[in-house]
């Protein structure tokens, strides 16, 4: 079955200083892979996706994510964090049997600092 | 094109009530699912649907009832509604978009139960 694993529930930056969010997964096929950000009490709104057709995916915001099959993760990572940031991320992969069912991460908390 | 919308926003209901929880998307896609979720728990699954007709049960089932008579529409019942389903739901419906189906998300419905 698959899994995702976000390795930190919280992670606290300052602003302009680099971003780095961490996902791995488990799975025995490529998957599709999403990042989701979540700010507060709002919905989800997709950043990126990867779908086998280049490894460095780039989103909105500045945001990018690199698949790495050898290391079976997807991280998110953006160059200078600002304030506007701050939210909730989720790192989501698709069922190996059916592209239209989705596994959730636990999520990370970001905090921006001034 | 306003999306995916849930009705209602917020709700509070007492031990043992029921009520509905309504999903509405105008972009004609197949797939509806229904989330809750919980602080540090990400997004479970509760009920999806691949079709008008169809249902099919998530990871944390119990205790809900859904149904998908038209469409457009995916609904979201509590027979008997307990504290332990306070939580945020989330619907969603997934479409195919440059190699891989993604989702798009309702703003939330936020449920007390007390």
């Known amino acids: 079955a698959q899994s995702v694993t976000q390795l930190d529930s919280h992670v606290s930056v300052s602003e302009g200083t680099p971003v780095l969010l961490r996902c791995n997964y488990s799975?025995?096929?490529?998957?599709?892979l999403f990042w989701y950000v979540q700010h507060p009490n709002k919905g989800l709104q997709l950043l990126l996706k990867y779908t086998s057709a280049a490894t460095l995916v780039k989103g909105i915001n500045g945001f990018e994510a690199e698949f790495k099959k050898s290391e079976t993760s997807f991280h998110l990572t953006k160059p200078s964090a600002h304030m506007s940031d701050a939210a909730e991320y989720f790192c989501?992969?698709?069922?190996?049997?059916?592209?239209?069912?989705?596994?959730f991460g636990s999520g990370t908390k970001l905090n921006v600092k001034p | 094109n306003a999306g995916v919308t849930q009705t209602p926003k917020f709700r509070v209901l007492k031990t043992g009530q029921s009520m509905t929880l309504l999903c509405a998307q105008d972009m004609n896609h197949e797939y509806m699912y229904w989330y809750r979720q919980d602080p540090g728990m990400g997004l479970r699954l509760i009920h999806y649907?691949?079709?008008?007709?169809?249902?099919a049960k998530g990871e944390v089932p119990d205790g809900y009832n859904v149904s998908r008579l038209k469409k457009q529409n995916f609904l979201l019942g509590l027979e008997s509604a307990a504290p332990s389903q306070t939580s945020v739901y989330f619907c969603?419906?997934?479409?195919?978009?440059?190699?891989?189906?993604?989702?798009?998300f309702g703003p939330g419905t936020r449920l007390t139960v007390t």
């Open positions: 969603a419906s997934s479409g195919l978009k440059l190699l891989s189906y993604e989702q798009y």
């Open positions: 649907s691949v079709g008008e007709g169809t249902t």
């Open positions: 989501v992969v698709s069922d190996q049997y059916n592209f239209n069912k989705f596994y």
């Open positions: 799975s025995s096929y490529s998957p599709s």
